[in-house]
């Protein structure tokens, strides 16, 4: 839920004092529901009792005697108040409400006046040991006559029960010894984190914020019947839906255990500057290329750095000291990525940081530095192109008029049947030219997609021996093969249309710089020592179709020398980011 602290209008003034008083009439023997029956209303009950009257008065000054007044149920557990106290939390609420905050946002309603209100007659003995939800969502343990902000303490770390409670006919009223304490969530720690300068998460906090919406929880809100057909209401609670915050990173959420580390200022603004490079779309999608630089650079680091720490796919996780932690991105299916090993030892993610207990976990803070290796995220993921998927390649005849001679080049996928040669995804695609024309030649290409701008990539071909779907084929197998490579990509965000690269490999040439040994599975590096860069980025919504193409094409059939075959034999194409690669020129 969105919540500033307004620390700047002196609430540090107001510290949730949860006290150990004695007091005269405490709940030590069981009482029966019936012990204490006003008959009348709540609020009368609140302001029958002298020392809730300071209460009372916070109440009327927020509008809520109109709310417990509303016909609705209520269940109250009144804190004792001195006047100075009651007095403070009243400017508090007139501060926020000069400044045009929301209630949702007030400090005085969303931490202190809601802390304390549930709906609904919550009828509880000294034996009750519950779980229940406040007005401002939070979860609270109600426990051998103890109110408890958290749910994982023993009832003796709360605010006592004083006496008994009082039977309304709108409710319940509990009276406490003292306030409880208002216990952030991690969502309101990171928002309410703003004094700091580079140390401060606000501009994570500004991030998140941005993609949030807003409505009225009409379950939370108190209706105040209804006019011109539509429901309107005294006490409007709201409920928060953010794109961020909902794909997996709930550290908003208050039934939920995360670990969550934030990023500070300084690194918050050294990453965004580094990852936006990476999201440079084309100029034909304007102020959606724009959006999506944004988005998709922010969650480069969130994506990594929200850890839900009951659902970790180790059994065995040990919450003090944990062999390796994975984000709430990780996937069973892919899990080379959003893993973390040793994440509290020796140059671990989160060795030696700030941490904050919050209702729903910890708070993290990075320091100055960052950990976390974008390479392990997906966005900059290791690409395989299985090679046999039909989606992923093309194959063309070239230097062929005849049809039936451009029907000789086949593209066959084969199956694995030989355990010393394992093909990826269990096949491979054996592309052949059986043409008699010996001045043909053929191209196959694959599709590349996910692409980044600006990162420096590997582009490797596996080949897979014959020996792999034909363990007979030995002769075949002694046999080399050769070809050239060829990149078409976008080399502009100007650009529409992708063109063949123009220097860092050989297009159409007859230099075949690169054999294949059939005898194994060979993977050959066709970009060389110097990684492949791309202008373009390939990545995310609305990137449908591939902005990079590679081709490999064999000699004619007239230039195949002895000891050579014409065919090739494609396990997969691999796309490895290295973006620490510096180049000569960089030095």
Same mark, same amino acid.
């Given at each position: 839920m969105k919540l500033k602290y307004y620390a700047q209008i002196g609430l540090t003034a107001v510290a949730v004092a949860i006290s150990g008083a004695s007091c005269n009439d405490v709940w030590d023997e069981h009482y029966s529901v019936n012990s204490m029956v006003a008959g009348g209303e709540l609020w009368d009950a609140l302001n029958a009792s002298e020392d809730l009257k300071p209460f009372c008065k916070v109440l009327d000054s927020c509008g809520y005697k109109k709310v417990l007044t509303s016909g609705q149920s209520f269940s109250v557990w009144a804190p004792k108040l001195t006047n100075a106290e009651a007095d403070q939390w009243i400017a508090a609420y007139k501060t926020a409400k000069a400044n045009n905050i929301i209630d949702d946002e007030n400090p005085a309603i969303h931490e202190f006046i809601r802390n304390h209100i549930a709906l609904f007659n919550n009828q509880m003995s000294s034996l009750t040991d519950d779980t229940l939800r406040m007005m401002n969502g939070k979860l609270m343990r109600f426990g051998n006559g103890y109110l408890l902000d958290r749910i994982d303490k023993t009832p003796e770390d709360g605010v006592?029960?004083?006496?008994?409670?009082?039977?309304?006919?709108?409710?319940?009223?509990?009276?406490?010894?003292?306030?409880?304490?208002?216990?952030?969530?991690?969502?309101?720690?990171?928002?309410?984190?703003? @004094?700091? /300068?580079?140390?401060?998460? $606000?501009?994570?906090?500004?991030?998140?914020?941005?993609? %949030?919406?807003? +409505?009225?929880? &009409?379950?939370?809100?108190?209706?105040?019947?209804?006019?011109?057909?539509?429901?309107?209401?005294?006490?409007?609670?709201?409920?928060?839906?953010?794109?961020?915050?909902?794909?997996?990173?709930?550290?908003?959420?208050?039934?939920?255990?995360?670990?969550?580390?934030?990023?500070?200022?300084?690194?918050?603004?050294?990453?965004?500057?580094?990852?936006?490079?990476?999201?440079?779309?084309?100029?034909?999608?304007?102020?959606?290329?724009?959006?999506?630089?944004?988005?998709?650079?922010?969650?480069?680091?969130?994506?990594?750095?929200?850890?839900?720490?009951?659902?970790?796919?180790?059994?065995?996780?040990?919450?003090?000291?944990?062999?390796?932690?994975?984000?709430?991105?990780?996937?069973?299916? @892919?899990? /080379?990525?959003?893993?973390? $090993?040793?994440?509290?030892?020796?140059?671990?993610?989160? %060795?030696?940081? +700030?941490?904050? &207990?919050?209702?729903?976990?910890?708070?993290?803070?990075?320091g100055s530095e960052w950990r976390i290796d974008p390479r392990s995220t997906y966005m900059m993921g290791h690409w395989d192109i299985e090679a046999e998927t039909s989606d992923n390649y093309t194959v063309i005849p070239i230097g062929s008029a005849s049809d039936e001679q451009k029907k000789a080049v086949t593209a066959l996928v084969m199956n694995g049947n030989n355990d010393d040669f394992p093909l990826s995804g269990g096949k491979c695609l054996l592309v052949r030219n059986t043409s008699t024309n010996r001045r043909t030649y053929t191209e196959v290409s694959?599709?590349?997609?996910?692409?980044?701008?600006?990162?420096?990539?590997?582009?490797?071909?596996?080949?897979?021996?014959?020996?792999?779907?034909?363990?007979?084929?030995?002769?075949?197998?002694?046999?080399?093969?050769?070809?050239?490579?060829?990149?078409?990509?976008?080399?502009?965000?100007?650009?529409?249309?992708?063109?063949?690269?123009?220097?860092?490999?050989?297009?159409?040439?007859?230099?075949?710089?690169?054999?294949?040994?059939?005898?194994k599975t060979d993977t050959i590096t066709v970009t060389g020592d110097t990684p492949f860069i791309f202008p373009v980025c390939n990545y995310g919504y609305g990137e449908d179709e591939a902005k990079v193409k590679l081709t490999l094409r064999t000699p004619r059939k007239s230039a195949i020398d002895d000891g050579y075959s014409g065919d090739l034999v494609i396990d997969e194409v691999l796309l490895i980011p290295r973006p620490d690669y510096v180049s000569d020129s960089d030095n």
């Open positions: 006592r029960i004083e006496g008994q409670p009082v039977h309304c006919a709108d409710g319940v009223l509990y009276k406490l010894q003292g306030q409880t304490s208002f216990f952030p969530n991690i969502w309101e720690r990171v928002q309410a984190d703003t @004094i700091g /300068g580079d140390i401060a998460l $606000d501009s994570l906090a500004d991030f998140i914020s941005y993609y %949030e919406r807003v +409505e009225i929880d &009409e379950e939370l809100s108190v209706p105040g019947g209804v006019v011109d057909g539509q429901t309107v209401y005294l006490d409007e609670v709201f409920k928060y839906s953010n794109d961020i915050l909902d794909a997996n990173k709930q550290i908003n959420t208050e039934d939920s255990l995360f670990w969550f580390l934030a990023p500070t200022n300084k690194v918050w603004k050294e990453k965004m500057e580094e990852y936006q490079k990476y999201f440079q779309y084309q100029d034909s999608r304007m102020e959606a290329g724009d959006s999506l630089r944004k988005l998709y650079s922010g969650l480069m680091l969130l994506n990594a750095s929200v850890f839900n720490v009951r659902n970790q796919p180790s059994r065995n996780f040990n919450v003090e000291n944990p062999d390796s932690i994975c984000s709430t991105s990780y996937l069973r299916g @892919i899990p /080379g990525y959003y893993v973390y $090993d040793k994440p509290f030892q020796s140059g671990g993610i989160l %060795e030696g940081l +700030e941490m904050k &207990e919050c209702s729903n976990g910890r708070l993290y803070k990075s694959f599709l590349i997609p996910n692409t980044l701008s600006n990162c420096p990539y590997d582009i490797k071909v596996v080949f897979a021996s014959p020996l792999a779907y034909d363990s007979l084929m030995k002769d075949d197998a002694k046999l080399k093969r050769k070809f050239s490579a060829m990149i078409n990509y976008y080399p502009s965000t100007a650009d529409n249309t992708m063109k063949p690269n123009p220097d860092n490999l050989p297009v159409g040439s007859r230099n075949y710089e690169f054999e294949v040994n059939a005898e």
